[in-house]
């Protein structure tokens, strides 16, 4: 059984930063795509970011590129999502999942094992 362990979220304001981490249990991590999603309230969880097993290939939501970075360690078995210039619509609870088969995709049934989540709320 995989476990994806999320941290890192909190209360910012607008224009700050923050970096959630992911970290899976599990000897083959490196073996797997990665992505990020989130839920605000009242929406559908939506795609924010992914990332290939090496690392060398990523993919992000129109609305997050150019602020956020998705990146990972495998020696560390953790995933990372650095998020820059936050803004209030950007509050929302953010899940780590795994890709199935090593998909990094942007479509969420691909993904086979999910985190519980961490609270990310950005004021104005």
């Known amino acids: 059984q995989v476990q994806l362990v999320e941290s890192g979220g909190g209360l910012v304001q607008a224009g700050g930063s923050l970096r959630l981490s992911c970290a899976a249990s599990g000897r083959t991590f490196s073996s797997y795509g990665m992505g990020w999603f989130r839920q605000a309230p009242g929406k559908e969880r939506e795609f924010v970011a992914s990332i290939s097993s090496s690392g060398a290939y990523t993919d992000y939501a129109d609305s997050v590129k150019g602020r956020f970075t998705i990146s990972r360690d495998n020696a560390k078995n953790t995933v990372y999502l650095q998020m820059n210039s936050l803004k209030p619509e950007d509050t929302a609870v953010y899940y780590c999942?795994?890709?199935?088969?090593?998909?990094?995709?942007?479509?969420?049934?691909?993904?086979?094992?999910w985190g519980q989540g961490t609270q990310v709320t950005v004021s104005s």
């Open positions: 999942a795994r890709g199935r088969g090593g998909s990094y995709s942007s479509a969420q049934y691909l993904y086979d094992y």
